[in-house]
């Protein structure tokens, strides 16, 4: 009677198992929504950091040694050209151009004696009173002289230069930056710091940075067989500073640097930007906004990537409606729903566009249509 129950129980054991395992393999896969990637013309905007430089920007520093006995201006506050900065302790170089006059004096003293002695001794030397070299001797006391006196004037006027020196003014218009030495501060030739900034910034320039690879494919957008024709036919770019905001005011692109960078490789580009309100700082870091149009470009929409420490996928599907977790790589510019991608995927893969969060790799899917994009 227990064999006969075990035997019922195994065979009951049995039917289970194969109804379990009957249930799995028919199970009917998941519907996910899914689209054929399709290479089209695209309107997008390529961003790049940039920084931004005044027109012109000008250290100030001290061409003497000496303590800081005025500041005549503020951080921020704007400047014309010849305005007084800064006024360093003039008291030792005023000594010092009175000791050059003197010197100055004494020379012209010495050399109007040198100048009589030479007429006297020319006369007497016509006269056969004395002989020549007397005579030469005299000449050679007097160019001495002459010399001293040339020397003495030079030092006097390199004494009058560090004694203007001592008044330090602008030499351009601009705007003010920091200040950080202040009056008492002893201040010399040699200081790594400047005492100021003075930047001219009506026009702002936003300098960015395309490596080789970008260079050419950068260029070969814009029609022109030049350079300069090619700048000429770029479109008004944007900028958007470090807080988020667009600049109201539309910059254009001027130039490119004609040697490449030794190490990095880049090209340099210079945006120049209008700033009649000044609210362009000189020094600041930005994103300039370049509108590009690709006539072959591979769109994805952003909810059909995820990221991975730094890396970007997407799920494509095969014939056999089993998807693959595939890496992409896509440009540091997007639409507002899409990413641009250069590869890992191209025209005629097909992805799925949604609830990818729930997806595995290998894992069969029942496709459906996702809506189309324009």
């Keep these: 009677m227990k064999k006969i129950i075990a035997i019922l129980f195994i065979g009951t054991l049995s039917i289970v198992s194969c109804n379990k395992k009957n249930t799995t393999q028919t199970a009917s896969p998941e519907a996910y929504p899914t689209l054929m990637v399709k290479a089209q013309k695209a309107d997008v905007s390529v961003e790049y950091p940039t920084t931004l430089e005044g027109e012109q920007t000008v250290e100030i520093r001290s061409k003497i040694d000496g303590y800081i006995e005025q500041v005549f201006v503020e951080e921020g506050s704007a400047v014309a050209k010849g305005q007084a900065l800064f006024k360093i302790d003039a008291n030792s170089y005023v000594q010092e151009v009175n000791n050059k006059k003197a ?4 020379a012209e003293a010495s050399l109007e004696t040198a100048v009589i002695q030479t007429k006297r001794t020319s006369a007497l030397a016509e006269k056969k009173i004395i002989n020549n070299y007397e005579l030469t001797s005299a000449k050679n006391i007097e160019r001495v002289k002459r010399a001293e006196l040339s020397q003495a004037n030079a030092d006097l006027s390199a004494a009058k230069s560090k004694l203007a020196f001592t008044n330090i003014v602008s030499p351009i218009n601009g705007v003010v930056g920091s200040l950080p030495f202040k009056i008492g501060s002893l201040v010399s030739i040699s200081a790594p710091e400047p005492l100021t900034t003075v930047a001219n910034t009506k026009h702002i320039y936003a300098y960015f940075s395309l490596s080789q690879q970008q260079l050419n494919a950068f260029l070969n957008q814009y029609s022109g067989h030049q350079l300069k024709d090619k ?5 008004a770019v944007s900028l958007v500073t470090s807080d988020g905001e ?3 005011v539309k910059g254009k692109i001027q130039t490119l640097s004609g040697v490449l960078n030794a190490s990095t490789g880049s090209a340099n580009f210079k945006a120049v930007f209008p700033n009649p309100e000044g609210k362009l700082w000189s020094g600041a870091s930005a994103t300039i906004v370049i509108p590009t149009q690709f006539t072959e470009a591979i769109l994805v929409p952003k909810k059909a990537v995820f990221e991975l420490q730094g890396r970007f996928f997407v799920f494509t599907k095969d014939a056999q409606n089993v998807v693959h977790n595939t890496e992409i790589k896509i440009r540091n510019t997007a639409t507002e729903k899409e990413y641009l991608v250069t590869e890992g995927v191209q025209s005629g893969d097909i992805i799925v566009t949604d ?18 994009k324009k």
């Design 246 to 248: 667009t600049y109201p």
């Design 355 to 372: 609830g990818i969060g729930n997806l595995r790799d290998g894992v069969k899917i029942a496709p459906t249509a996702a809506a189309s």
């Design 103 to 106: 010197a100055v004096l004494a």
């Design 231 to 235: 700048f000429r036919n770029m479109p």
